[in-house]
């Protein structure tokens, strides 16, 4: 504490017993992108101990003093104190108040776990079982376990090193996260498309989804006996569009909690019946599970890396992890990693009760006939359309609808943050209301136009997917390196290298096999004729 006895080694006179004290302003313990600085005052050197000394009548009048929590006593401390460092480094930024994501900083626990569920759980899960046709039933099982201890390890960094007790500084977006890690122009060129496609792209993709399962929807309420004419598929795109972009104008993320927490509720429902429904219906007749093996070693290989990556993208949400601790309150005292991480750890334990079964149950009911091209769902309709209960069908297609309704909110948030970042940079002032909402149907219809345009984007999702597939697996790992700075050569420092040095392999193996399926099996171009 030599500066603060350096600044108050100027004489002052004794202060009147009536002057209340004088505090710092709010700004400075509430900043919308910091958490609270550290105190000047320590065990050490107590408060009261200064009211208590014999006052010397040679010092400064009191109109000169400054507390000890005001900026300008802050701006006096000795430039080379740890201090000092810390407040250097610290960058304020008043547009977060601004912006959708760091707008409302009242998030707890329970806000946690209702974003990461919905964000966690999506329809790659109902893929599972293909991959386990691929794998087999005990690399299925291993290979699925060890992906979802390391992706949850790698949460766990996320979520520590979303706050720095160093230098105050809060990382409140997955790419200002990656820029101080590896700079910015690299971070540009390795996160930045695989961040706005786990956004851009999952949205497009929920609307595929929502829009066509809006159409089985319609047909087992409406029966074989309807009269009604069905909309096209393009019009149903269009009506799940409308109604997503209708609920995408509550105003920040901490705004959609119950939203998202509809959405997991509905996750977890569907998921539930898909797999317990397969199961109550019993094995399918001439099941198999043996392992489908490729005439080629090479496309047998391609084959395995392709289960892999299935199995890798089932999960997701890394992206938004720091996005979603940024909604919480933090200080020196209850740091929002606590109730964060309280949040999370329930949300994966559920996640992990319906991608187990799911996988599991799904293979076990299917084996080898499961559908390459969407899993669990079209198996439900084409093998128990006629024997299950029309009722369980119609609510697991609900179920669907309503989560991807959901889903399209949470993963949309970050386009609308970095559309309204780009207007409050350049004009110097928040979005009002009509401006926002005119951004948000901007981005809306534009993910339809390219749901319409390119309904073949799924068939790169291989491809797509090995390129994102860092974000969760590779780069907290090196993010924990440069931020933590574990000992060389410590077990911490050999688990990051090699962590984030085989999941680097992995996305490029992937990319690989990606691009060998398509050029070996083709994708069917039809642009603007979507299924």
């Not at 029309?390 to 949470?410: D, E, K, Y």
Request: glycine residues 8%; charged residues 10%.
């Amino acid at each position: 504490m030599g500066e603060v006895d350096d600044i108050r080694s100027a004489p002052r006179t004794p202060r009147p017993a009536h002057t209340p004290p004088i505090s710092a302003p709010p700004s400075q313990f509430h900043s919308p992108s910091l958490s609270r600085s550290p105190l000047l005052s320590t065990p050490d050197h107590p408060e009261t101990t200064r009211a208590t000394k014999t006052p010397n009548k040679s010092r400064t009048p009191s109109r000169f003093i400054t507390p000890l929590g005001s900026p300008l006593r802050r701006a006096l401390t000795p430039l080379g104190s740890p201090l000092r460092r810390a407040l250097h480094l610290t960058k304020l930024d008043p547009q977060d108040a601004w912006l959708p994501i760091t707008e409302s900083r009242n998030g707890n626990a329970y806000y946690a776990a209702f974003h990461t569920l919905c964000s966690g759980i999506g329809i790659q899960a109902l893929v599972l079982p293909v991959a386990f046709t691929i794998l087999g039933w005990t690399w299925g099982i291993i290979t699925l376990t060890v992906a979802f201890i390391w992706q949850l390890y790698t949460l766990y960094q996320l979520v520590q090193l979303h706050e720095s007790t160093e230098t105050g500084i809060r990382y409140c977006r997955y790419m200002q996260i990656s820029s101080a890690t590896f700079g910015e122009r690299l971070a540009n060129f390795l996160v930045l498309f695989p961040i706005m496609y786990l956004a851009g792209g999952t949205c497009v993709a929920l609307i595929i989804i929502g829009g066509s399962t809006s159409r089985t929807f319609f047909q087992i309420v409406c029966g074989a006996t309807c009269t009604a004419k069905p909309l096209t598929t393009v019009e149903w795109y269009l009506v799940f569009t409308c109604a997503a972009v209708l609920l995408s104008q509550l105003p920040n993320l901490n705004s959609i909690a119950g939203v998202s927490l509809v959405g997991a509720i509905t996750a977890v429902g569907y998921c539930t019946l898909m797999w317990g429904i397969s199961v109550a219906e019993g094995r399918l007749p001439n099941v198999s599970y043996n392992p489908i093996r490729a005439s080629s070693q090479m496309v047998r290989v391609f084959d395995v890396l392709n289960a892999l990556g299935i199995i890798a993208f089932a999960f997701r949400g890394h992206n938004l992890i720091l996005e979603i601790q940024s909604t919480m309150p933090s200080s020196e005292k209850h740091p929002s990693r606590v109730p964060m991480w309280n949040g999370v750890r329930f949300s994966y334990l559920v996640i992990a009760m319906c991608l187990f079964p799911i996988a599991i149950g799904g293979y076990w009911a299917y084996g080898q006939l499961i559908p390459e091209n969407g899993g669990m769902l079209p198996a439900l309709y084409l093998f128990h359309g006629q024997t299950a209960s029309q009722f369980l069908l119609g609510l697991t297609s609900l179920f669907v609808i309503i989560n991807a309704l959901s889903s399209f909110q949470i993963y949309g948030m970050p386009m609308f943050d970095d559309m309204e970042s780009k207007y409050t940079t350049r004009m110097k002032k928040p979005c009002s209301w009509w401006l926002r909402a005119i951004f948000r149907a901007m981005f809306g219809y534009g993910c339809f136009f390219v749901a319409v345009a390119i309904p073949f984007l799924g068939s790169l999702a291989g491809l797509i997917g090995g390129i994102a597939l860092p974000v969760t697996f590779a780069y907290p790992c090196f993010m924990w390196l440069k931020m933590k700075k574990p000992r060389i050569y410590s077990p911490t420092w050999w688990l990051n290298w090699g962590l984030g040095l085989v999941g680097m392999a992995l996305s490029l193996l992937l990319i690989a096999a990606g691009i060998y399926i398509v050029i070996d099996t083709g994708i069917e171009v039809s642009f603007f004729k979507p299924h």
